[in-house]
């Protein structure tokens, strides 16, 4: 069946580092991939997404490319700060086109 | 607007017990999905309504989980004779249509001790 796989954390930066937080996937088809975020004590709120193959989401500085060849979503960011610290987690279209497979959630905690 | 609301935000129950889960989507969202969230699992669907058709239970982990969405808007979750592994946070989302183009909004989640 479908999966997703995200490295697993806790991630520690310093503030302005730069970061890469990898996911990779497995489904039939061409799934729509997405990234969400959880801060501290919220709900999961959308990141970005990309529908197709070479696409590149992207929100708040952060960027993820759809690649098929790899069959990953990696998110990247610049330089970060102290607010991006969270749970962060990637997800794919499940089968039925409808609810989204996620993976573990990685957390990032970012210090100044 | 208002988001998507839960209740309650924390319940502790004692094992096999009965519990009730209850979530209000976005006012003329049509879709609503249930998620599980466990420690270090992630987030696991488990049941998801799209207006008027036949609810897509295929996540659904035992015959003791069901769901109801009454009126095309609220809906509830509930666990029959909890179990010690149900113990988790429940999460609810809506979205506009059952189509991943349209951005799944989640709820703050309900967390459920079954002790």
């Known amino acids: 069946g479908n999966s997703v796989t995200q490295m697993e954390g806790p991630v520690t930066l310093s503030e302005e580092a730069f970061l890469t937080i990898n996911c990779t996937y497995t489904?039939?088809?061409?799934?729509?991939l997405f990234w969400y975020v959880q801060y501290p004590g919220e709900g999961l709120q959308l990141l970005l997404k990309?529908?197709?193959?070479?696409d590149k989401g992207s929100n708040k500085g952060f960027e993820a490319t759809y690649r098929k060849e790899t069959t990953s979503f990696h998110l990247e960011k610049g330089s970060v700060q102290v607010s991006d610290s969270a749970v962060y987690f990637c997800?794919?279209?499940?089968?039925?086109?409808?609810?989204?497979?996620f993976g573990k959630g990685t957390t990032l905690s970012v210090s100044s | 607007g208002a988001g998507v609301s839960q209740s309650p935000s924390n319940k502790v129950t004692e094992k096999g017990k009965d519990v009730e889960l209850r979530c209000d989507p976005i006012?003329?969202?049509?879709?609503l999905y249930w998620y599980r969230q466990s420690l270090g699992q992630g987030l696991e669907f488990l049941i998801y309504?799209?207006?008027?058709?036949?609810?897509?239970k295929s996540g659904l982990p035992s015959d003791r989980f069901s769901a109801e969405r009454t009126g095309g808007s609220v809906s509830t979750l509930t666990i029959q004779r909890t179990q010690q592994e149900d113990s988790a946070v429940y999460l609810c989302?809506?979205?506009?249509?059952?189509?991943?183009?349209?951005?799944?909004?989640f709820g703050p989640g309900t967390r459920l001790t079954v002790t």
């Open positions: 997800a794919s279209g499940g089968q039925a086109g409808t609810a989204l497979i």
């Open positions: 489904a039939t088809g061409y799934p729509s």
């Open positions: 990309a529908t197709k193959a070479d």
């Open positions: 006012s003329g969202h049509t879709a």
């Open positions: 309504f799209q207006g008027n058709s036949a609810p897509d």
């Open positions: 989302a809506s979205s506009f249509r059952g189509a991943l183009l349209f951005e799944q909004y």
